[in-house]
């Protein structure tokens, strides 16, 4: 498949056609409805007391099936392996790869987008970012504009889907004024500069977070969109589903496995060294985790690594007063991308060594808050006290290490 990646780097989108092989999409449809029936009878025994019938099924604006989540996962056969198999694909997988500039990315998502079963409208313009528990904007940003993504993500529909809609370059850039005006008088309508992507069944959108996107409106019209992305590693709970896969589906996906487990290695060896405060082995794990990545690259692990503490905290203090409310709050689930693995990660430390580790990174979260609450339209968050945009000024990643001699 032919793609054109300095566009994709400026614009922060592409549209490609057919990346699901016509020979291939019927049987896809039949995969994921097969797998859809089996989520939706766990939807139906899973539902709340005072839920329809249906559960999840018929009260959410949009259902989504999490392929590689329990319990969907532990469903996959040999009647759905292909829902898996199509990221494995030279026109996902290898156009990732070749995107991202890596020689292997790894599925982080598989996901399945449903029509609600009631018109819902249409939702609000945002980026996917919560700077509570990852970055502020700009630290993406500078990190896209130094080395490239980290991240890609895809909307692959199997009907034609014409609900994304993105605003071309704004991965590279803050909110305009103009922009910000109107998402605070009215969020669910079109922006200016904002380009509907046009998908026939089978075609694929692909861009880079955290561009400025919308999904225009949830109504009955079938949909069923695949969705998900790619970076350097992933964390699966479950791998038992690779067992359907063809011989080397299995080899990928083992071989993805275990490069994660190594990422995870050298998360736990960069906060070890922070607790011997050794700035050698620090800054080698620091190269491991972000390789080629450049100051301000590092920099952005690095706030990442200061996430990864204030979970481990969590985890294993959890009525730890150091930690802010907001992100008491939102206590996410594991995400690797941005270096947070979890509760079974957390449990590699005592709690003595989270509490060192809590005096070693309290400085970037203390730089990362304002005095006082605040609100900038177009996140997934409301007001926090957390920067949304703008990284610690004058202070990197020497001046972290260099704070530890007075801790």
Known sequence: MQINRDQFLEDGYLVLRQVIPPDQLDGLRVSYEH??????????????????????????????????????????????????EIWLHPNTQGVSSRLLDLPDTAVTEMMLMCNPISNRGPATWHRDLHPIDTAPLQGYIDDIVETGPRYVQWNIPLYDDEVLWV????????????ENNQ??????????????????????????????????????????????????????????????????????????????????????SALRAAIKKDSHDYHSNLEKLSPSRQEKGKMLTTIFLS????????????????????????????????????????????????????????????????????FYPGFQSGPMRYFFN??????????????????
């Open 35 to 84: 797998l859809l029936e089996r989520q939706r009878a766990i939807w139906s025994a899973e539902r709340n007391p005072n839920d329809p019938p249906g559960g999840v099924w018929e009260t959410s604006a949009q259902p989504r099936l999490l392929l590689q989540r329990n319990p969907l996962a532990g469903l996959i056969d040999q009647h759905s392996a292909s829902a898996v």
């Open 167 to 178: 605003v071309p370059g704004s991965h590279l850039r803050l909110n305009t004024d103009q």
């Open 307 to 374: 996430k990864a503490v204030c979970f481990i905290n969590l985890n294993k203090n959890p009525d730890f007063e150091g930690i802010s409310d907001d992100l008491r709050q939102k206590a996410p689930s594991a995400h690797p991308t941005t270096l947070n693995w979890g509760t079974e990660f957390a449990h590699r430390f005592s709690v003595e060594e989270a509490k060192i580790l809590w005096d070693r990174f309290r400085i970037i979260e203390a730089k990362l808050q304002a005095e006082e609450e605040h």
């Open 183 to 268: 998402l605070l008088a009215d969020p669910r309508v079109p922006l200016p500069n904002g380009i509907q992507t046009h998908l026939k069944a089978g075609d694929g959108v692909v861009y880079i977070l955290p561009i400025l996107h919308w999904g225009s409106n949830y109504s009955t019209k079938m949909r069923r969109t695949i969705h998900g992305g790619f970076s350097n590693h992933t964390q699966y709970p479950n791998l038992d589903f690779v067992t359907h896969l063809s011989a080397s589906g299995q080899k990928t996906f083992k071989r993805w496995e275990r490069r994660s487990i190594e990422m995870q290695d050298h998360t736990e």
């Open 390 to 407: 703008q990284m610690p000024a004058g202070f990197n990643v020497t001046d972290l290490i260099a704070s530890w001699s007075d801790s």
